[in-house]
């Protein structure tokens, strides 16, 4: 995020982008950056969050963007 200005304002993103390699909906999409918010409810789901398979997500994302 920005740690230039705390007062920016974030829409939530509601554009679904698919190829035939990817399928997703980023929450947040800016013109320089965006962002996946993830509120894991359990340690186990936590840890996910630092798989690969995240990282691919978050790649596709850029790639679309």
Not at 13 to 23: S, V, Y
Request: proline fraction near 5%.
């Amino acid at each position: 995020f920005p740690s230039h200005d705390t007062r920016i304002i974030l829409l939530k993103n509601d554009q679904r982008f698919t190829d035939e390699h990817f399928e997703g909906t980023p929450d947040i999409v800016e013109d320089d950056f965006i962002a996946d918010i993830k509120c894991p409810y359990d340690m186990e789901n936590f840890m996910k969050a630092d798989s690969d398979d995240y990282i691919e997500q978050l790649q596709g994302y850029i790639h679309h963007a």
